[in-house]
Protein backbone atom coordinates (compact mmCIF):
# COMPACT_ATOMS: atom_id res chain seq x y z
CA UNK A 1 0.00 0.00 0.00
CA UNK A 2 0.78 3.72 -0.46
CA UNK A 3 2.34 4.97 2.60
CA UNK A 4 1.57 9.03 3.40
CA UNK A 5 4.58 10.87 3.49
CA UNK A 6 6.62 12.67 5.90
CA UNK A 7 8.34 15.40 4.37
CA UNK A 8 11.28 17.05 6.42
CA UNK A 9 11.25 20.94 6.01
CA UNK A 10 14.57 22.45 6.03
CA UNK A 11 13.55 26.60 6.70
CA UNK A 12 16.34 28.61 5.25
CA UNK A 13 17.00 32.45 6.39
CA UNK A 14 20.04 34.65 5.17
CA UNK A 15 21.46 31.09 4.79
CA UNK A 16 21.01 29.53 8.17
CA UNK A 17 18.35 26.73 8.82
CA UNK A 18 15.88 28.54 11.29
CA UNK A 19 12.88 26.69 13.05
CA UNK A 20 9.79 29.03 12.60
CA UNK A 21 7.57 30.52 15.33
CA UNK A 22 4.44 32.14 13.50
CA UNK A 23 6.17 33.16 10.46
CA UNK A 24 7.72 35.94 12.98
CA UNK A 25 10.02 34.90 15.53
CA UNK A 26 12.97 32.77 13.77
CA UNK A 27 15.53 30.61 16.44
CA UNK A 28 18.54 29.57 14.62
CA UNK A 29 19.41 25.72 13.96
CA UNK A 30 23.22 25.85 11.89
CA UNK A 31 23.90 24.67 8.26
CA UNK A 32 21.04 23.90 6.13
CA UNK A 33 23.55 21.19 4.40
CA UNK A 34 23.34 19.52 7.79
CA UNK A 35 19.93 19.22 8.47
CA UNK A 36 19.33 17.90 4.70
CA UNK A 37 22.28 15.13 5.60
CA UNK A 38 20.42 14.21 8.44
CA UNK A 39 17.18 14.12 7.65
CA UNK A 40 17.88 11.30 4.89
CA UNK A 41 19.92 9.40 6.79
CA UNK A 42 17.60 9.16 9.44
CA UNK A 43 15.12 7.37 6.89
CA UNK A 44 12.49 11.02 6.18
CA UNK A 45 10.40 10.34 3.01
CA UNK A 46 10.79 13.44 1.47
CA UNK A 47 12.96 17.07 1.58
CA UNK A 48 12.34 20.40 1.24
CA UNK A 49 13.97 23.30 1.58
CA UNK A 50 12.40 26.61 1.46
CA UNK A 51 14.51 30.01 1.47
CA UNK A 52 12.42 32.51 3.77
CA UNK A 53 14.14 35.12 3.03
CA UNK A 54 14.81 34.99 -0.74
CA UNK A 55 11.45 37.19 -1.70
CA UNK A 56 12.61 39.87 0.31
CA UNK A 57 16.18 40.00 -1.55
CA UNK A 58 14.51 39.15 -4.56
CA UNK A 59 16.74 35.73 -6.10
CA UNK A 60 15.61 31.87 -5.91
CA UNK A 61 18.29 29.41 -4.32
CA UNK A 62 21.46 29.44 -7.00
CA UNK A 63 22.42 26.28 -8.46
CA UNK A 64 25.33 25.53 -6.65
CA UNK A 65 23.78 25.66 -2.95
CA UNK A 66 21.04 23.33 -4.79
CA UNK A 67 23.49 20.81 -6.21
CA UNK A 68 24.79 20.28 -3.01
CA UNK A 69 21.81 19.80 -1.46
CA UNK A 70 20.83 17.23 -3.92
CA UNK A 71 24.51 15.41 -3.33
CA UNK A 72 23.17 15.06 0.49
CA UNK A 73 19.32 13.73 -0.47
CA UNK A 74 18.42 9.93 -1.89
CA UNK A 75 15.20 11.50 -1.46
CA UNK A 76 12.71 13.33 -3.97
CA UNK A 77 14.17 17.28 -3.24
CA UNK A 78 11.84 20.35 -3.20
CA UNK A 79 13.17 23.92 -3.04
CA UNK A 80 10.85 26.99 -2.73
CA UNK A 81 11.39 30.64 -2.12
CA UNK A 82 11.76 33.49 -4.16
CA UNK A 83 11.23 31.93 -7.71
CA UNK A 84 9.58 33.87 -9.91
CA UNK A 85 10.46 32.93 -13.27
CA UNK A 86 10.87 29.30 -15.53
CA UNK A 87 14.32 30.23 -16.01
CA UNK A 88 14.59 29.83 -11.83
CA UNK A 89 12.75 26.51 -12.50
CA UNK A 90 14.91 25.62 -15.23
CA UNK A 91 17.75 25.78 -13.14
CA UNK A 92 16.86 25.00 -9.82
CA UNK A 93 15.37 20.96 -11.59
CA UNK A 94 18.55 20.99 -13.91
CA UNK A 95 20.97 21.40 -10.91
CA UNK A 96 18.93 18.41 -9.06
CA UNK A 97 16.22 19.41 -7.55
CA UNK A 98 12.72 17.34 -8.07
CA UNK A 99 10.08 19.67 -7.32
CA UNK A 100 9.74 23.60 -6.98
CA UNK A 101 7.31 25.15 -4.37
CA UNK A 102 5.82 28.29 -5.29
CA UNK A 103 3.98 30.61 -2.89
CA UNK A 104 4.15 34.47 -3.81
CA UNK A 105 4.48 34.05 -7.32
CA UNK A 106 1.21 32.34 -7.72
CA UNK A 107 0.12 35.74 -7.17
CA UNK A 108 2.16 38.19 -8.89
CA UNK A 109 3.25 35.77 -11.85
CA UNK A 110 0.76 32.87 -12.06
CA UNK A 111 1.50 31.64 -15.32
CA UNK A 112 4.73 30.30 -13.83
CA UNK A 113 2.89 27.47 -12.53
CA UNK A 114 1.64 27.14 -16.05
CA UNK A 115 4.67 27.22 -17.99
CA UNK A 116 6.53 25.17 -15.51
CA UNK A 117 4.07 22.12 -15.53
CA UNK A 118 4.28 21.96 -19.35
CA UNK A 119 8.08 21.71 -19.35
CA UNK A 120 8.59 19.42 -16.53
CA UNK A 121 5.24 17.78 -15.76
CA UNK A 122 2.79 19.21 -12.98
CA UNK A 123 4.47 16.26 -10.47
CA UNK A 124 7.14 18.88 -10.55
CA UNK A 125 4.90 21.94 -9.35
CA UNK A 126 3.89 22.19 -5.51
CA UNK A 127 1.84 25.40 -4.88
CA UNK A 128 2.12 26.35 -0.94
CA UNK A 129 -0.31 28.46 0.43
CA UNK A 130 0.07 30.31 3.84
CA UNK A 131 -2.96 31.07 5.59
CA UNK A 132 -4.55 32.59 8.56
CA UNK A 133 -7.82 31.91 10.47
CA UNK A 134 -9.99 34.95 10.94
CA UNK A 135 -13.45 36.07 12.14
CA UNK A 136 -15.04 35.05 8.54
CA UNK A 137 -12.91 32.47 7.46
CA UNK A 138 -9.71 31.42 6.50
CA UNK A 139 -7.68 33.98 4.02
CA UNK A 140 -4.59 33.61 1.78
CA UNK A 141 -1.05 35.19 2.55
CA UNK A 142 1.73 35.90 0.44
CA UNK A 143 5.12 37.19 0.58
CA UNK A 144 5.78 35.62 4.24
CA UNK A 145 2.60 36.43 5.55
CA UNK A 146 2.55 40.38 4.69
CA UNK A 147 0.22 40.63 1.51
CA UNK A 148 -3.33 39.30 1.55
CA UNK A 149 -4.52 37.70 -1.60
CA UNK A 150 -8.24 38.74 -1.02
CA UNK A 151 -8.76 34.47 -1.58
CA UNK A 152 -9.92 31.73 0.46
CA UNK A 153 -7.08 28.96 0.39
CA UNK A 154 -9.44 26.13 -1.01
CA UNK A 155 -10.47 28.53 -3.81
CA UNK A 156 -6.57 29.63 -4.19
CA UNK A 157 -6.07 25.83 -4.27
CA UNK A 158 -8.41 25.19 -6.92
CA UNK A 159 -6.99 28.26 -8.85
CA UNK A 160 -3.18 26.54 -8.44
CA UNK A 161 -4.54 23.12 -9.11
CA UNK A 162 -5.91 24.37 -12.77
CA UNK A 163 -3.03 26.68 -13.43
CA UNK A 164 -1.02 23.07 -13.53
CA UNK A 165 0.36 22.70 -9.92
CA UNK A 166 0.86 18.64 -8.87
CA UNK A 167 0.06 18.91 -5.06
CA UNK A 168 -0.33 21.86 -2.43
CA UNK A 169 1.34 22.68 0.46
CA UNK A 170 -1.26 24.62 3.10
CA UNK A 171 0.59 26.14 6.02
CA UNK A 172 -1.41 27.77 9.11
CA UNK A 173 0.45 30.94 9.87
CA UNK A 174 -1.17 30.85 13.23
CA UNK A 175 -0.09 27.69 14.03
CA UNK A 176 3.19 27.41 13.10
CA UNK A 177 5.90 26.98 15.47
CA UNK A 178 2.72 26.61 18.44
CA UNK A 179 3.54 22.23 18.95
CA UNK A 180 -0.47 22.65 19.26
CA UNK A 181 -0.88 20.57 16.12
CA UNK A 182 -2.04 21.62 12.00
CA UNK A 183 -5.30 23.53 11.53
CA UNK A 184 -7.44 20.76 11.09
CA UNK A 185 -10.57 22.71 9.59
CA UNK A 186 -7.98 24.65 7.36
CA UNK A 187 -6.27 21.15 6.37
CA UNK A 188 -10.14 19.79 5.51
CA UNK A 189 -11.64 23.15 3.73
CA UNK A 190 -8.16 22.28 1.21
CA UNK A 191 -8.38 18.06 0.44
CA UNK A 192 -12.34 18.82 0.45
CA UNK A 193 -11.45 21.67 -2.47
CA UNK A 194 -9.22 19.50 -4.45
CA UNK A 195 -7.99 16.06 -5.80
CA UNK A 196 -4.75 17.08 -6.18
CA UNK A 197 -1.99 15.51 -3.21
CA UNK A 198 -2.16 17.99 0.02
CA UNK A 199 0.70 18.26 2.17
CA UNK A 200 -0.36 19.32 5.92
CA UNK A 201 1.76 21.93 7.36
CA UNK A 202 2.54 24.28 10.45
CA UNK A 203 2.20 23.21 14.03
CA UNK A 204 2.84 19.81 14.58
CA UNK A 205 4.19 19.09 18.29
CA UNK A 206 3.15 15.50 18.61
CA UNK A 207 2.93 12.70 17.01
CA UNK A 208 -0.55 12.12 16.90
CA UNK A 209 -0.86 15.63 15.07
CA UNK A 210 0.40 13.73 12.05
CA UNK A 211 -2.41 11.16 12.13
CA UNK A 212 -5.57 13.30 12.90
CA UNK A 213 -3.72 15.50 9.48
CA UNK A 214 -3.41 12.37 6.99
CA UNK A 215 -7.12 11.64 8.92
CA UNK A 216 -8.07 14.94 7.53
CA UNK A 217 -6.69 13.98 3.67
CA UNK A 218 -3.73 15.06 3.70
CA UNK A 219 -1.24 12.97 1.74
CA UNK A 220 1.70 13.77 3.07
CA UNK A 221 2.45 16.12 6.60
CA UNK A 222 5.45 18.68 6.69
CA UNK A 223 7.47 19.02 9.84
CA UNK A 224 10.10 21.55 10.49
CA UNK A 225 10.92 22.10 14.01
CA UNK A 226 9.85 19.09 15.55
CA UNK A 227 13.12 17.56 13.83
CA UNK A 228 15.51 19.54 14.97
CA UNK A 229 17.45 18.97 18.31
CA UNK A 230 16.87 15.47 18.78
CA UNK A 231 18.83 12.33 17.73
CA UNK A 232 17.10 9.86 15.62
CA UNK A 233 14.11 12.28 15.10
CA UNK A 234 12.53 10.95 11.79
CA UNK A 235 12.78 7.34 13.17
CA UNK A 236 11.33 8.18 16.22
CA UNK A 237 8.30 9.76 15.19
CA UNK A 238 7.36 7.23 12.59
CA UNK A 239 8.49 4.47 15.00
CA UNK A 240 5.47 6.89 17.70
CA UNK A 241 3.48 6.53 14.34
CA UNK A 242 3.45 2.75 14.12
CA UNK A 243 2.58 2.66 17.53
CA UNK A 244 -0.70 4.65 17.19
CA UNK A 245 -0.91 2.43 14.14
CA UNK A 246 -0.63 4.99 11.45
CA UNK A 247 0.81 3.24 8.55
CA UNK A 248 4.33 5.06 7.90
CA UNK A 249 7.66 3.89 5.92
CA UNK A 250 9.82 2.52 8.45
CA UNK A 251 12.84 0.60 7.00
CA UNK A 252 15.97 2.15 8.55
CA UNK A 253 18.20 0.07 10.43
CA UNK A 254 17.28 1.19 13.46
CA UNK A 255 13.38 1.21 14.22
CA UNK A 256 13.30 1.48 18.15
CA UNK A 257 10.35 -0.87 17.66
CA UNK A 258 11.35 -2.93 21.10
CA UNK A 259 10.34 0.51 22.59
CA UNK A 260 7.77 1.76 23.88
CA UNK A 261 6.07 5.15 22.93
CA UNK A 262 5.07 6.99 26.25
CA UNK A 263 2.21 9.52 26.17
CA UNK A 264 4.10 12.74 25.26
CA UNK A 265 5.19 11.00 21.70
CA UNK A 266 8.32 10.09 23.14
CA UNK A 267 10.10 6.48 23.63
CA UNK A 268 9.44 5.24 26.90
CA UNK A 269 12.87 4.39 28.94
CA UNK A 270 13.02 0.78 28.85
CA UNK A 271 12.15 -1.45 31.99
CA UNK A 272 14.51 -2.51 34.25
CA UNK A 273 14.84 -6.33 33.10
CA UNK A 274 14.79 -5.46 29.27
CA UNK A 275 17.73 -2.87 30.29
CA UNK A 276 19.61 -5.82 32.37
CA UNK A 277 18.85 -8.15 29.43
CA UNK A 278 20.76 -5.91 26.71
CA UNK A 279 23.43 -6.78 25.01
CA UNK A 280 25.95 -4.48 22.80
CA UNK A 281 25.98 -6.03 19.52
CA UNK A 282 28.27 -4.65 16.69
CA UNK A 283 26.40 -3.96 13.48
CA UNK A 284 28.91 -3.01 10.93
CA UNK A 285 27.72 -0.27 8.20
CA UNK A 286 26.54 -1.86 5.06
CA UNK A 287 28.60 -1.30 2.26
CA UNK A 288 25.91 -1.39 -0.99
CA UNK B 1 36.06 0.20 -15.74
CA UNK B 2 32.69 0.11 -16.23
CA UNK B 3 31.34 2.64 -18.31
CA UNK B 4 27.56 3.62 -17.80
CA UNK B 5 26.29 6.06 -19.80
CA UNK B 6 22.73 8.30 -18.39
CA UNK B 7 20.89 9.62 -21.48
CA UNK B 8 20.36 13.26 -21.17
CA UNK B 9 17.54 13.96 -24.07
CA UNK B 10 16.06 16.99 -21.95
CA UNK B 11 13.61 15.32 -19.65
CA UNK B 12 13.91 15.60 -15.64
CA UNK B 13 16.29 15.32 -13.09
CA UNK B 14 19.11 13.56 -14.80
CA UNK B 15 21.94 14.99 -11.60
CA UNK B 16 20.27 12.15 -9.21
CA UNK B 17 20.42 9.45 -11.23
CA UNK B 18 24.18 10.52 -11.59
CA UNK B 19 24.82 11.43 -7.75
CA UNK B 20 23.31 8.22 -6.97
CA UNK B 21 25.80 6.07 -9.06
CA UNK B 22 28.32 8.52 -7.78
CA UNK B 23 27.83 7.20 -4.15
CA UNK B 24 28.41 3.75 -5.70
CA UNK B 25 32.05 4.92 -6.64
CA UNK B 26 30.81 4.54 -10.42
CA UNK B 27 31.50 7.76 -12.34
CA UNK B 28 28.85 7.74 -15.42
CA UNK B 29 28.87 9.54 -18.19
CA UNK B 30 25.79 12.06 -19.02
CA UNK B 31 25.50 11.19 -22.59
CA UNK B 32 23.44 13.48 -24.49
CA UNK B 33 24.85 12.67 -28.25
CA UNK B 34 24.66 9.47 -29.79
CA UNK B 35 28.83 9.42 -30.07
CA UNK B 36 28.71 9.93 -26.10
CA UNK B 37 26.62 6.74 -25.95
CA UNK B 38 28.34 4.44 -28.37
CA UNK B 39 31.75 3.76 -26.05
CA UNK B 40 29.73 2.53 -22.83
CA UNK B 41 29.18 -0.57 -21.85
CA UNK B 42 25.62 -0.06 -20.72
CA UNK B 43 22.58 2.80 -20.45
CA UNK B 44 20.59 4.08 -18.12
CA UNK B 45 17.56 5.70 -19.65
CA UNK B 46 15.80 8.06 -17.26
CA UNK B 47 12.97 10.36 -17.60
CA UNK B 48 10.11 12.68 -15.50
CA UNK B 49 7.61 14.28 -18.18
CA UNK B 50 5.48 13.37 -21.09
CA UNK B 51 5.74 10.56 -22.97
CA UNK B 52 4.95 12.59 -26.29
CA UNK B 53 7.92 15.05 -25.70
CA UNK B 54 10.47 12.65 -24.52
CA UNK B 55 9.82 10.63 -27.51
CA UNK B 56 9.83 13.55 -29.62
CA UNK B 57 13.42 14.53 -28.19
CA UNK B 58 14.36 11.21 -28.72
CA UNK B 59 13.94 11.48 -32.40
CA UNK B 60 15.00 14.89 -33.07
CA UNK B 61 18.42 13.95 -31.67
CA UNK B 62 18.46 10.92 -33.26
CA UNK B 63 19.28 8.64 -30.37
CA UNK B 64 16.22 6.78 -30.64
CA UNK B 65 18.42 4.54 -33.51
CA UNK B 66 21.42 5.03 -31.79
CA UNK B 67 19.56 3.19 -28.42
CA UNK B 68 17.90 0.36 -30.65
CA UNK B 69 21.44 -0.03 -32.41
CA UNK B 70 23.76 -0.34 -28.93
CA UNK B 71 20.64 -2.27 -26.60
CA UNK B 72 18.80 -4.37 -29.31
CA UNK B 73 21.27 -5.27 -32.01
CA UNK B 74 24.72 -5.39 -30.14
CA UNK B 75 22.78 -6.60 -26.81
CA UNK B 76 24.22 -3.92 -24.22
CA UNK B 77 22.87 -3.96 -20.74
CA UNK B 78 19.78 -1.64 -20.55
CA UNK B 79 17.97 0.34 -17.35
CA UNK B 80 15.01 2.23 -18.20
CA UNK B 81 13.36 4.45 -15.03
CA UNK B 82 10.06 5.53 -14.89
CA UNK B 83 8.88 7.29 -18.45
CA UNK B 84 12.57 5.46 -19.49
CA UNK B 85 10.88 2.06 -18.67
CA UNK B 86 7.66 3.01 -20.53
CA UNK B 87 9.56 4.53 -23.60
CA UNK B 88 10.01 0.95 -24.55
CA UNK B 89 6.67 0.29 -25.26
CA UNK B 90 5.05 -0.13 -28.31
CA UNK B 91 2.99 3.02 -27.82
CA UNK B 92 1.61 5.31 -25.36
CA UNK B 93 -2.15 6.83 -24.99
CA UNK B 94 -0.72 9.57 -23.14
CA UNK B 95 -1.55 13.14 -25.27
CA UNK B 96 -3.16 11.14 -27.89
CA UNK B 97 -1.78 8.04 -29.34
CA UNK B 98 2.36 8.06 -29.51
CA UNK B 99 4.76 4.88 -30.87
CA UNK B 100 7.50 4.61 -28.59
CA UNK B 101 10.70 2.21 -29.24
CA UNK B 102 8.80 -0.93 -29.36
CA UNK B 103 11.74 -2.51 -27.51
CA UNK B 104 8.83 -4.71 -25.80
CA UNK B 105 5.19 -5.82 -26.36
CA UNK B 106 3.46 -3.76 -24.26
CA UNK B 107 1.56 -0.13 -24.05
CA UNK B 108 1.24 2.41 -21.78
CA UNK B 109 -2.20 3.65 -20.33
CA UNK B 110 -3.48 5.88 -17.83
CA UNK B 111 -3.10 4.35 -14.62
CA UNK B 112 -7.16 3.55 -12.92
CA UNK B 113 -6.92 2.64 -9.62
CA UNK B 114 -9.78 1.36 -7.67
CA UNK B 115 -11.50 3.46 -4.96
CA UNK B 116 -10.96 6.41 -6.67
CA UNK B 117 -7.29 6.95 -5.61
CA UNK B 118 -5.75 10.06 -6.79
CA UNK B 119 -3.69 9.77 -9.96
CA UNK B 120 -0.65 10.51 -9.99
CA UNK B 121 0.11 7.76 -7.68
CA UNK B 122 3.40 10.13 -5.61
CA UNK B 123 4.94 8.59 -2.58
CA UNK B 124 6.28 5.67 -0.88
CA UNK B 125 5.10 1.95 -1.84
CA UNK B 126 5.34 -1.73 -1.12
CA UNK B 127 7.09 -3.70 -4.42
CA UNK B 128 6.25 -7.21 -4.60
CA UNK B 129 8.83 -9.42 -6.27
CA UNK B 130 7.97 -11.96 -8.84
CA UNK B 131 10.21 -14.06 -10.69
CA UNK B 132 14.48 -13.75 -9.21
CA UNK B 133 15.79 -11.01 -11.39
CA UNK B 134 19.43 -9.46 -11.13
CA UNK B 135 18.30 -5.86 -10.17
CA UNK B 136 16.73 -7.65 -6.61
CA UNK B 137 19.14 -9.43 -5.10
CA UNK B 138 19.60 -7.94 -1.42
CA UNK B 139 16.52 -6.64 -1.32
CA UNK B 140 13.62 -7.80 0.72
CA UNK B 141 10.11 -8.47 -0.18
CA UNK B 142 7.93 -5.93 0.34
CA UNK B 143 10.41 -3.08 0.04
CA UNK B 144 9.59 0.15 -0.19
CA UNK B 145 10.25 2.21 -3.12
CA UNK B 146 9.84 6.17 -4.26
CA UNK B 147 6.79 6.22 -7.34
CA UNK B 148 5.35 9.09 -8.71
CA UNK B 149 3.41 8.67 -12.17
CA UNK B 150 -0.30 8.56 -13.59
CA UNK B 151 0.79 6.02 -16.50
CA UNK B 152 1.78 2.67 -16.32
CA UNK B 153 3.04 0.25 -18.36
CA UNK B 154 0.39 -2.30 -19.73
CA UNK B 155 2.65 -5.82 -20.35
CA UNK B 156 2.73 -9.65 -20.60
CA UNK B 157 3.27 -11.30 -16.84
CA UNK B 158 6.45 -13.28 -18.63
CA UNK B 159 8.08 -10.25 -18.60
CA UNK B 160 7.29 -8.61 -15.49
CA UNK B 161 9.30 -9.08 -12.42
CA UNK B 162 7.93 -6.95 -9.57
CA UNK B 163 4.49 -5.23 -9.48
CA UNK B 164 2.92 -2.68 -6.52
CA UNK B 165 -0.74 -2.28 -5.79
CA UNK B 166 -2.60 0.68 -5.76
CA UNK B 167 -6.13 -0.05 -6.38
CA UNK B 168 -5.31 -2.75 -8.50
CA UNK B 169 -2.12 -4.64 -9.07
CA UNK B 170 0.56 -2.84 -11.87
CA UNK B 171 4.16 -3.44 -12.93
CA UNK B 172 6.37 -2.07 -11.14
CA UNK B 173 9.71 -3.60 -13.30
CA UNK B 174 10.09 -5.98 -16.10
CA UNK B 175 13.35 -7.36 -17.87
CA UNK B 176 13.31 -8.85 -21.16
CA UNK B 177 16.85 -10.48 -21.75
CA UNK B 178 19.35 -7.82 -21.01
CA UNK B 179 16.62 -5.05 -21.04
CA UNK B 180 15.70 -3.90 -17.43
CA UNK B 181 12.99 -1.45 -16.36
CA UNK B 182 11.60 -0.33 -13.06
CA UNK B 183 8.25 2.71 -12.59
CA UNK B 184 9.83 3.63 -9.73
CA UNK B 185 12.67 6.30 -8.78
CA UNK B 186 15.63 4.20 -7.02
CA UNK B 187 17.68 6.99 -6.98
CA UNK B 188 15.10 8.71 -5.57
CA UNK B 189 14.29 5.61 -2.92
CA UNK B 190 17.69 5.46 -0.10
CA UNK B 191 19.00 2.71 0.83
CA UNK B 192 16.78 0.08 -1.60
CA UNK B 193 17.74 2.03 -4.20
CA UNK B 194 21.47 2.28 -3.83
CA UNK B 195 21.03 -1.56 -3.65
CA UNK B 196 19.04 -1.96 -6.77
CA UNK B 197 21.83 0.36 -8.91
CA UNK B 198 24.46 -1.59 -7.32
CA UNK B 199 22.90 -4.39 -8.08
CA UNK B 200 22.44 -3.28 -12.57
CA UNK B 201 25.92 -2.49 -12.43
CA UNK B 202 27.40 -5.96 -10.56
CA UNK B 203 24.95 -7.42 -13.52
CA UNK B 204 26.72 -5.52 -16.00
CA UNK B 205 29.83 -5.99 -14.78
CA UNK B 206 29.32 -10.03 -15.16
CA UNK B 207 27.88 -9.53 -18.18
CA UNK B 208 31.25 -7.91 -19.22
CA UNK B 209 33.70 -10.46 -17.68
CA UNK B 210 31.71 -13.10 -19.53
CA UNK B 211 31.98 -11.30 -23.13
CA UNK B 212 35.74 -10.48 -22.72
Known amino acids: ?288 | MTRIAIVDYGMGNIGSVANALDRLGVTPVVASTGAAIVPADAIILPGVGAFHAAMGNLRRSGLDRTLTEEVVSKGKPFLGICLGMQLLARESTEQGLTSGLGWIDGRVVRLDPAASLPVPHAGWNEVQLGPPSPLFGRIEPSAHFYFDHSYHLECGRSITTATMNYGGVWCAAIQQGHILGVQFHPEKSQRNGLRLLRNFVTYVQKRKGESC
Open chain 1, 1 to 288: MLKPRLIGLVLVRDGLCVQSIGFKRFLPIGRPEIAVEFLNRWGIDEIAVLDLSATARGSACDAETVKRYSRLCQVPLSIGGGIRSVIDVKRIIQAGADKVVINSALAAEPEIVTRAAEHFGSQCVIASIDARRGPAGFSTWTRGGRQASGMAPAEWARRAVELGAGEILISSIDQDGSRAGYDLDLVRSVTQAVSAPVIACGGAGHPRDLAAAIAAGSAAVAVGNMLHYTEHSVIVLKRALEALAQPIRLDSYVTYRHSEVGPEGRLAKLSEEALDALRFRYIPEETI
